[in-house]
């Protein structure tokens, strides 16, 4: 999956790269979505150099599983809704931590996976507080197990990826190894190794998820941000200082988690 990113999170990216790297390969169950590369194309237009800057990256719903309801949360109340009036909700709509608050929803986890699932989001929610960045997300999506069509394997599932053993690429293979290469040669993590996810503890759902957009800086612009929004909005703001966030972020996920 290609995405553009801004100068600033191509230059925060850079810098953070070899913790980022580093993590993932220490913590190869982290939530944080895999980044396999990252790119700055310099062209001229009209006698002008311009630079797009983008990133490859994993796809957390590159599945052929029928994600039914989708969830993007951060801990935060304020403004966080997707039902606003004149907006039509459909399955593709990605909803919020109102949405999510309102339609009762709880991960329903069993009791391995799920104190699996906290450990790992204590763990990335920190790493990400001590490189300075906060607004990312725990991305859902919930399938519902049709029990007429869909055949429960409970099975441990070894191999990687796609359910048969996969090969280290070439460039492993020679000793080349490059962050796009050895990041995809990581077994599965733990979340995604039923049929692409985890499922729940009353085999009726299949939850696939990650954390994503873990680019944003908490620099002067977010802190003018904060400061403005605390002060005529309140505690319910998404924009938190990174270690603030980081704790709210854990408490309302792990609220969530049985």
Not at 6 to 14: D, G, P, T, Y
Not at 27 to 32: A, F, G, M, V
Not at 129 to 143: C, E, F, K, R, T
Request: aromatic share 10%; charged share 30%.
């Amino acid at each position: 999956m290609l995405k553009t990113i801004s100068k600033n999170e191509f230059v925060l990216l850079k810098k953070a790269l070899k913790r980022y790297y580093e993590h993932l390969t220490n913590h190869p169950d982290s939530l944080i979505i895999r980044i396999y590369g990252l790119y700055n194309m310099s062209f001229t237009k009209k006698n002008k150099k311009k630079n797009i800057h983008f990133i490859v990256m994993g796809n957390l719903f590159h599945t052929d599983l029928d994600i039914q309801f989708k969830y993007d949360l951060k801990g935060s109340t304020h403004g966080r809704t997707a039902r606003k009036k004149g907006v039509i909700v459909g399955p593709t709509t990605i909803l919020k931590d109102k949405d999510f608050n309102d339609d009762g929803v709880i991960l329903h986890l069993p009791e391995i996976e799920r104190e699996m699932f906290k450990k790992q989001i204590e763990i990335d929610s920190k790493f990400l507080a001590s490189i300075n960045v906060n607004d990312y997300s725990l991305l859902v999506g919930i399938h519902m197990i049709n029990p007429h069509e869909e055949e429960i394997d409970e099975s441990p599932k070894e191999s990687k990826g796609n359910g048969s053993p996969r090969k280290k690429s070439l460039a492993n293979q020679l000793g080349l190894h490059t962050l796009s290469t050895s990041l995809q040669d990581q077994a599965e993590p733990f979340y995604r190794r039923y049929k692409g996810g985890m499922l729940s503890k009353d085999k009726k759902k299949i939850y696939v998820l990650g954390i994503i957009d873990i680019l944003t800086y908490f620099g002067t612009k977010k802190k003018f941000e904060y400061g403005f929004k605390r002060t005529f909005i309140g505690k319910t703001i998404s924009c938190l200082p990174p270690k603030a966030y980081s704790e709210r972020f854990r408490q309302y996920l792990f609220k969530k988690i049985e």
